[in-house]
């Protein structure tokens, strides 16, 4: 009998510390088009990428990750502030900005490539992940809408900016 009170109390002890840490790892959804209002529990999955390519110049090359719970990985390779991996938290109000913005200018609904032949102009590659169903690159040179122009803009300031935190220091 005192062998089973010994293995129930153990049993109820990590229990309690497993719910604990589902506590601590509770975050949110973003969901098309509305981010959910109360917390979930939810896999991290990539909600897009932007790509800076390189040109003939000096053009800043680096690449941005941003997941759906907000969290973003920067790695900037040249011509940039930030020259190594970095991470970034966006707030859950940045996170639906930008799923509003994708919904108003039908990025899903634009063209795959806007390109020339010039090779020595920088691409900006975004490869967008919706509701884990729908997926979409598209590949910017030359020639594309002001609104996807627009959009990468507002990825550029949401992330490229101070609070960028170097991941080689947190070692």
């Known amino acids: 009998m005192k062998y089973i009170l010994i293995l129930l109390f153990t049993s109820l002890l990590f229990s309690c510390k497993n719910a604990e840490k589902t506590t601590e790892n509770t975050i949110f959804a973003i ?7 109360s917390p ?5 999955s990539l909600f897009l ?26 790695e900037g390779f040249s011509n940039t502030k930030y020259i190594g991996k970095y991470k970034q938290q966006l707030t859950r109000t940045q996170l639906k900005e930008i799923q ?8 899903l609904g634009m063209k795959d490539v ?4 010039v ?3 920088p691409s900006t590659i975004l490869f967008l992940v919706s509701n884990n169903t729908h997926k979409k690159k598209i590949l910017d040179r030359v020639d594309a809408p002001a609104s996807l122009k627009q959009f990468e803009k507002l990825i550029d300031s949401l992330v490229v900016n101070n609070k960028l935190v170097n991941l080689s220091t947190n070692k």
Not at 31 to 37: A, D, G, L
Not at 40 to 44: F, G, P, S
Not at 49 to 63: A, N
């Open 114 to 117: 806007y390109d020339s032949n």
């Open 31 to 37: 969901e098309n088009p509305v981010i959910s209002k």
């Open 100 to 107: 509003q913005m994708m919904d108003e200018i039908d990025i």
């Open 49 to 74: 990428t932007m790509e800076r390519t390189p040109c003939f110049g000096k053009c800043p090359t680096y690449k941005i990750m941003i997941f759906n719970t907000g969290n973003v990985i920067f």
């Open 119 to 121: 090779t020595d102009f």
């Open 40 to 44: 979930v529990v939810l896999k991290e």
